[in-house]
């Protein structure tokens, strides 16, 4: 959904298409966006159109990109830890 909105605004029926879920069930996922953040809804009357708020992503993508080197070092120290010969004929 959020890949959808990345695109531009959306209805709720326009998020739910590509879904086999109910609508009430697309109005759920919709509420769990909304309340963290990530989505803005207009309401007209009935109709709802969503919109992406990009910002709390931003802000998570950047807390991650400052874990990546501690993460990419470990795993690649683990990577020759196993690939090691003594390491192989402990298996």
Known sequence: ?????ATGPAS???L???FAMTLPAVS???RVLERAGLLRR???????RCHLEARPLEDAASFLARYRPFWE?????????VERPQARGRR
């Open 12 to 14: 709720i029926s326009e």
């Open 16 to 18: 739910a298409e590509p």
């Open 1 to 5: 959904m959020l890949v959808r909105l």
């Open 28 to 30: 759920k996922h919709l």
């Open 73 to 81: 070092r470990t795993l690649d120290e683990l990577a020759r830890y």
């Open 42 to 48: 207009e309401r007209d009357g009935a109709y709802h």
